[in-house]
T-cell receptor, first 114, second 113 residues
Framework: DVKVTQSSRYLVKRTGEKVFLECVQD?????MFWYRQDPGLGLRLIYF???????EKGDIPEGYSVSREKKERFSLILESASTNQTSMYLC?????????????FGEGSWLTVV | AQSVTQLGSHVSVSEGALVLLRCNYS??????LFWYVQYPNQGLQLLLK??????LVKGINGFEAEFKKSETSFHLTKPSAHMRDAAEYFC???????????FGKGTMLLVSP
């Protein structure tokens, strides 16, 4: 089974802190994604990556950055956390081989910024 | 560009009743369509997907969906609801099989005894 692991399930951080959310997948997937989920807004794409050291902005990249130094790991970085970044963050991955591939999600990281 | 509209943020059914969750999409290219389910405090799990093969797609847990190009719809159905089906359901579209997913805002399914 594909496993997408988000290292932190629940975090509480202070305004202005630098926050790292880590994600690891074990299926050698080329594509990895970070989404943010908020009630009534569904999931919105923050950043995605098609390969190591490559990144593309999604729909809401402001206030975030990402790092992909290894194929299996994709990190989301909040340079200076703000209260409006309190949310659930979901990491996902999928293969580029073939079409119609399932995108697999991690369990989510609940971030509260106080 | 793609977009997804899910009609109804909440749907309530009785146990044993038909479940119908509505999804309409917009896409400039032939779409790939997905339904995901999210149980409380968990990530998203794939229920089913349409990848341009059969228009009626069967998924896990007794769910199915029908792709109707003329109506730009991909509604999710289940003949008989169970209490364990209570969860949030998301419809999503992508322009190709491995590109980014665009999600609807979700529909919370409530199942009463």
């Amino acid at each position: 089974d594909v496993k997408v692991t988000q290292s932190s399930r629940y975090l509480v951080k202070r305004t202005g802190e630098k926050v790292f959310l880590e994600c690891v997948q074990d299926m050698d997937h080329e594509n990895m994604f970070w989404y943010r989920q908020d009630p009534g807004l569904g999931l919105r794409l923050i950043y995605f990556s098609y390969d190591v050291k490559m990144k593309e902005k999604g729909d809401i990249p402001e206030g975030y950055s990402v790092s992909r130094e290894k194929k299996e790991r994709f990190s989301l970085i909040l340079e200076s956390a703000s209260t409006n970044q309190t949310s659930m963050y979901l990491c996902a991955s999928t293969s580029m081989q073939g079409v119609g591939n399932t995108i697999y999600f991690g369990e989510g990281s609940w971030l509260t910024v106080v | 560009a793609q977009s997804v509209t899910q009609l109804g943020s909440h749907v309530s059914v009785s146990e044993g009743a038909l479940v119908l969750l509505r999804c309409n999409y917009s896409s400039s290219v032939p779409p790939y369509l997905f339904w995901y389910v999210q149980y409380p405090n968990q990530g998203l799990q794939l229920l089913l997907k349409y990848t341009s093969a059969a228009t009626l797609v069967k998924g896990i847990n007794g769910f199915e969906a029908e792709f109707k190009k003329s109506e730009t719809s991909f509604h999710l159905t289940k003949p008989s609801a169970h209490m364990r089906d209570a969860a949030e359901y998301f419809c999503a579209v992508s322009a190709s099989g491995y590109s980014t997913l665009t999600f609807g805002k979700g529909t919370m399914l409530l199942v009463s005894p």
